[in-house]
């Protein structure tokens, strides 16, 4: 069953749209596409791969911290709180679309 006809309680964000997209690389966890419209390709990040990335990021910031360096703390937290935000979109999309996650979700 495709994502767009899975049942939710949830409202749905907008309809699943088909696209061709142009695939580089079909690698796992690493792919390679570029979106309609786009003129240059971009990096594609599996959801469970993203929350491992922020994960990582907070463990970073975390550890900066613990350095002392102001500066170094900073960009780690700006780099987590990127990633953190793309992660966050990601789970509300999937969730106006009725598709679980394949990871548990962390607060």
Known sequence: MTPARRGSSQPRERAVER???EVYSEASNHGVV???GRSFPGSFVPGDALASLCR???RVHR?????GSEELADEAEMSADDLGDRLRRY???LAGHGIPLLYPRRP
Request: aromatic share 0%; hydrophobic share 40%.
């Open 34 to 36: 570029c979106m309609p």
């Open 91 to 93: 789970e509300g999309v």
């Open 56 to 58: 990582s990021a907070r």
């Open 19 to 21: 696209k061709n997209l």
């Open 63 to 67: 550890l900066a911290v613990r350095t």
